[in-house]
């Protein structure tokens, strides 16, 4: 009950009052200007200017200001941000500048307020796409040394695209990455770094500049050293003086040695080509100074030469070193003297035994550079002379030893001309068979085995030409000749020597039909021998004739050449098969036959046929028979008559003839039988006209 009375009294106070009220507002309604915003871009970037085209209904008071606000990313004007404001009273653009650093959205609303009358205006109708700017932050030393590299980075995203510029330093590296090197300069004391990061999706770029503060670094540089130097040198180099910071050396090229300080580098070279000595220095501030001493290394040539460095004393030696192009050379020699000098090469005349040096500096000539050899020599004494004792005049093909006198111990060479060394060759006693006729020469080398001296001896040697050997026509021969003194060969008193030969003496009987050798050898005054061989051919004898008599006389089996023999004596003229009765003087006799074939050969003397006794005449005597040295024939005549003996051998041969003359007394006639041999021989005496034969025996 109460309650209702509470609402009854309100009605009846309120409700007229709310009328008066809205009455009054819809006045003000009709009496209030409105914004309206045009329409914008869809999208901005974080940072960009934005133009708010906006239209009023009416004018505003004279001091109104315009001011546009964004909304957050969701659309909501809680908290709005003012980007912009125009003073005016009318409708009018605003020259809006939306924050780097709003969030990225799709759903940002713009709304203008007025400020009199304070009206709010709707929104703009339409979400706009705000994308936020890239991240600026550089990361990187804001106060860095002077002369030195430092590294700058921001973040790195594949959307960005960079783009850096730098006052008071350089860029090492590519300035449109997201990192960059910058070495700083010397001239500023501060410098500027300035990023342009640009989102390439939608082309929304930041810029940001950063200032450096440049340290100094300290004072570094090397005032002192060489530019140029050798393999292997030791060179000094010196930094100018400082007493605060200390120095840090290093080498390319070289070694640094351990008794550098911090004012001095002393380097060891060590590599061919572009080397550099660097200075660094730190001071408080981490800044380090740098400086850096460029040194080019030459070659070193090696020094170096051959030669004996044991020599022998007097001789003269020869001393090379290595040729190489622009060298120079310089030879130092003690113990000897430079006798010939050309460069590279030396020939040094030695003195007495002891010991002495070379010593070879070689340079080249565009560097300087150079190297040093030093070799000890040791003078030895010398090799005496000596000579070769042996023969100087020789037979060709003749064994001749050669020998030397000598205590030094040496090595010993031979060696011969025109002949052949026989057995060792390295003796003190040589064998050497010369070769043909004309020069020779033995050579003997000594070989000092401590110094490698040399010691030499030649003997020349006269090879006599062999005697010369001709060979006369050479006789034929049958079995049954004799004994032949052999001297178909020239020059004669030489030796013949084969099968049935004793001193010179050939009997073909001993060594049978055919052919044999014969060597004959000469040796002349000299000793020297030549020989020579033949072939002599030995015939074999006919076969024994047959002999046979009949009513005519003889006859044989051989048709001819047939020698017949009546009391030894041989029938002249008639060589055929048959001997008439009428050719025998004599009425008492033996006859027989011997054949001679074609080669000369005569066969044993056929079957002996006596007719009659054979006796010896009263008045002729033999005497002794048989005998031995000599035959006395004994001759009682009475008148001078001249009488001829004559001696024959079985065979019909002529031995001896003896012509002497008898007187009308008894005559004995002696005849020499000394060089007889035992046998039957046949006696022919012819007494004027008369004709007696007689046969002895020879037995010694």
């Known amino acids: 009950m109460k309650n209702t009375l509470f609402l009854i009294l309100i009605t009846i106070i309120f409700i007229p009052l709310f009328a008066k009220i809205n009455a009054e507002h819809q006045k003000n309604l009709l009496d209030t200007p409105t914004i309206t915003i045009l329409p914008l871009e869809n999208s901005y970037c974080a940072g960009s200017s934005m133009i708010i085209s906006f239209q009023v209904s009416s004018d505003f008071e004279q001091d109104n200001i315009f001011i546009a606000e964004l909304s957050d990313e969701n659309g909501n004007f809680n908290n709005p941000l003012e980007i912009g404001t125009l003073n005016s009273n009318t409708s009018g653009i605003i020259q809006a500048k939306l924050p780097k650093s709003l969030t990225e959205g799709n759903a940002y609303r713009v709304r203008i307020k007025a400020t009199n009358p304070q009206i709010i205006s709707e929104d703009n109708g339409t979400d706009t796409y705000i994308f936020e700017l890239p991240d600026m932050t550089i990361n990187g030393e804001l106060e860095p040394c002077k002369q030195m590299i430092y590294t700058y980075s921001t973040t790195q995203n ?135 001493f460029f040194v080019q290394i030459y070659p070193v040539p090696y020094a170096t030469f051959t030669g004996p460095q044991t020599v022998v004393e007097n001789s003269s030696t020869a001393y090379k070193a290595n040729s190489e192009e622009n060298l120079r050379f310089h030879w130092n020699v003690t113990g000897g003297n430079i006798t010939q000098e050309h460069g590279d090469s030396i020939i040094v005349k030695w003195g007495k035994k002891g010991s002495g ?35 100087k005049e020789v037979c060709p093909f003749s064994l001749q030893n050669y020998s030397i006198e000598l205590t030094y111990n040496v090595i010993i060479k031979w060696t011969a001309q025109n002949g052949n060394i026989i057995g060792p060759d390295n003796d003190y006693t040589v064998t050497i068979n010369w070769q043909q006729p004309g020069n020779g020469s033995v050579h003997c080398q000594l070989i000092s085995i401590q110094s490698s001296d040399t010691s030499n001896s030649e003997l020349l040697i006269k090879i006599r030409d062999l005697p010369n050997i001709t060979i006369n026509e050479i006789p034929k021969f049958c079995l049954n000749d004799g004994p032949y003194e052999l001297n178909f060969a020239k020059p004669q008193g030489g030796t013949y020597q084969g ?168 005559n004995d006639i002696i005849i020499d039988l000394n060089n007889f041999g035992n046998n039957i021989y046949f006696i022919k005496l012819i007494l004027g006209d008369n004709i007696i034969i007689g046969k002895f025996m020879v037995n010694k």
């Open 499 to 666: 099968k049935g030969i004793e001193n010179n003496i050939f009997y073909p009987e001993n060594v049978g039909s055919g052919k044999h050798t014969i060597t004959y050898t000469y040796t002349d005054n000299f000793g020297c021998s030549n020989s020579q061989t033949v072939q002599i051919e030995i015939f074999p004898n006919p076969t024994k004739p047959e002999l046979n008599t009949d009513e005519y006389g003889f006859y044989t089996n051989y048709e001819n050449g047939n020698i017949w023999y009546v009391n030894g004596i041989p029938v002249e003229g008639n060589s055929s098969n048959r001997l008439h009765w009428s050719e025998i003087k004599s009425s008492t006799c033996t006859v027989w036959v011997v054949h001679v074939d074609s080669n000369g050969c005569k066969s044993p003397q056929s079957n002996q046929i006596e007719v009659g006794v054979n006796e010896f005449n009263d008045e002729i005597y033999f005497f002794p028979n048989p005998t031995q040295d000599y035959l006395i024939i004994s001759i009682k005549n009475n008148k001078n008559i001249n009488a001829t003996a004559t001696i024959y051998d079985v065979f019909g041969n002529k031995l001896k003839s003896v012509f002497l003359t008898t007187f009308n007394n008894t």
């Open 357 to 391: 040096k070379i010593s070879l500096i070689e340079t080249y000539i565009g560097s300087g550079c150079s190297d040093t050899i030093e070799k000890n020599i040791t003078i030895l004494e010398a090799l005496p002379d000596f000579q070769i004792t042996g023969k």
């Open 158 to 292: 594949l959307k960005y695209s960079y783009l850096w510029s730098v006052n008071g330093g350089y860029f090492i590296t590519d300035s449109t990455k997201s990192n960059v090197q910058i070495e700083w300069g010397t001239s500023q004391e501060y410098g500027y770094l300035t990023l342009i990061k640009t989102n390439i999706l939608n082309a929304c770029s930041d810029t940001t500049t950063v200032q450096i503060a440049l340290k100094s670094a300290p004072l570094t540089q090397i005032i002192a050293g060489q530019s140029k130097a050798c393999i292997a040198e030791i060179a000094e180099y010196t930094a100018a003086s400082s007493s605060v910071v200390p120095s840090n050396w290093n080498v390319y090229g070289g070694s640094l040695l351990p008794n550098s300080n911090n004012n001095t580098a002393y380097v060891l070279w060590t590599q061919l080509g572009k080397g550099w000595v660097e200075l660094t220095k730190t001071n408080q501030f981490g800044c380090i100074g740098k400086d850096t």
